[in-house]
């Protein structure tokens, strides 16, 4: 399968969060310093009480929340969101500690363009306390993955990795901070790189 995505000079992106969108200030702040192009026309959170959103108001982006709750079906609860999304014209889904699962619908209205970040080196440790994981399993090193998402769980196209060593004497909340330190460096970085186009051939990148 070959995909092929061209530039576009400035994308319009929202962010999918359900905590305290750490990454996503750390992209905001890239926006605004101009290192990084891109509209952000919206901030979602699944839940209504996420740290994130006062901080994304903090840099005047709007903010929307629902929870699968208020609806019969979660196909309803996407379908909706996919309905915001696009009344926002938003281009890019930038998903930064949304704990859920991206289901079809969102997938199949942004294919390809749908992206995660996951505190672990992929394949390895995917899903829930990676960072735990990866101490209980004794890896030297781990570190975090840029991801594109598909229909499984952390199992997308990889776009960008950086390692981080592990410590003797690591703790999972040692571990944690130096790989989130890493992920806020990591994040920005391969949203460039995926903006200014890219071919994805079979599960490989290729960056333009
Ligand atoms: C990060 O560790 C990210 O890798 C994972 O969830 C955490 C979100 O942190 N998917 P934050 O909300 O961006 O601070």
Redesign the pocket.
Known sequence: MNFIFSKKEIPRIAFL?????????AILKNIKAKKLKAKPVMVFSDKADAQ?LQKAKTFGVETKSFSPKEFLKFEEYEAELVKVLKDKQVEWVI?????RLVRKNILENYKNRIV????ALLPSFPGLK?QKQALDYGVRYSG?TVHLIDEGCDTGPIVLQKVVDILPDDTEETL?KR??KA?HETYSLALKKLFNGFELNNRTIIFK
């Open positions: 969060i359900s905590g305290r969108g750490s990454n996503m200030g994130g998903c930064a500690g949304y704990m995660n970040i996951h505190p990676a975090c944690s790989i989130l992920e």
